[in-house]
């Protein structure tokens, strides 16, 4: 039992550039979401998504779009990387409201943008 | 607007003696609140949860209070051991959007 996967774990980009972050998991969860940690900020919500299909922006969206094609997946897409996009990226699933309780995360992606 | 406050950036306690983390909310609608713990280079894990209809939770070495006339939260861990050193963050959930306070990094020394 995997549980939440990111792909990859390490990324470094030139400004300008593109990519997709991975996001899956095996526990039939509803809700997915993507988070970023930057020192000092905890870890701010970008998107999420409460079942296949949907996805809904969080605190800090600008500069990213996601797709939730599948129940298992979840993508994160940068179109024009930024040096403030440098941080490290972290999945998570949940059941979602009607559980209550505790998202699961992944071990995090960390993305350079040079 | 930042709907979860963790004021504390830092706490250092003795093996052995109490360790409690404090967090503040604004607004009053939500379902749950969680506290979860991150060690270096790893994702959040789930340590404890409570709901809106109750004051407080007890699991094992922890407890989380919840005041809801204060609007604040906190988690009480006794006794404190080294391994319990690690940054906890207290996450409000509504509606299925987890939000994060700024966390506490707590040092638990021998």
């Known amino acids: 039992n995997a549980g939440v996967t990111q792909t990859p774990k390490f990324r470094v980009l030139k400004t300008g550039q593109s990519m997709t972050l991975l996001c899956a998991q095996d526990?039939?969860?509803?809700?997915m979401y993507w988070y970023r940690q930057d020192p000092g900020m905890g870890l701010r919500l970008i998107h999420y998504s409460v079942g296949e299909g949907t996805t809904a922006k969080g605190e800090v969206p600008d500069g990213y779009n996601v797709s939730r094609l599948k129940k298992q997946n979840f993508l994160l897409g940068l179109e024009s990387a930024a040096p403030s996009q440098t941080s490290v990226y972290f999945c998570?699933?949940?059941?979602?409201?009607?559980?209550?309780?505790?998202?699961?995360f992944g071990q995090g992606t960390r993305l350079t943008v040079v | 607007d930042q709907q979860v406050k963790q004021n504390s950036p830092s706490l250092s306690v003795q093996e052995g003696r109490i360790s409690i983390l404090n967090c503040d909310y604004t607004?009053?609608?939500?379902?749950?609140f969680l506290w979860y713990k991150k060690y270096p280079a790893e994702g959040p894990t789930f340590l404890i949860s409570i709901s809106s209809i109750k004051d407080k939770n007890e699991d094992g070495r922890f407890t989380v209070f919840l005041n809801k006339s204060a609007k604040h939260l906190s988690l009480h861990i006794v006794p404190s051991q080294p391994g319990d050193s690690a940054v906890y963050f207290c996450l409000r959930n509504q509606g299925g959007k987890l939000i994060f306070g700024q966390g506490t990094e707590l040092s638990v020394k021998p």
């Open positions: 607004n009053s609608m939500f379902d749950y």
């Open positions: 526990m039939n969860h509803e809700y």
């Open positions: 998570a699933s949940s059941y979602g409201r009607r559980m209550g309780t505790e998202a699961f």
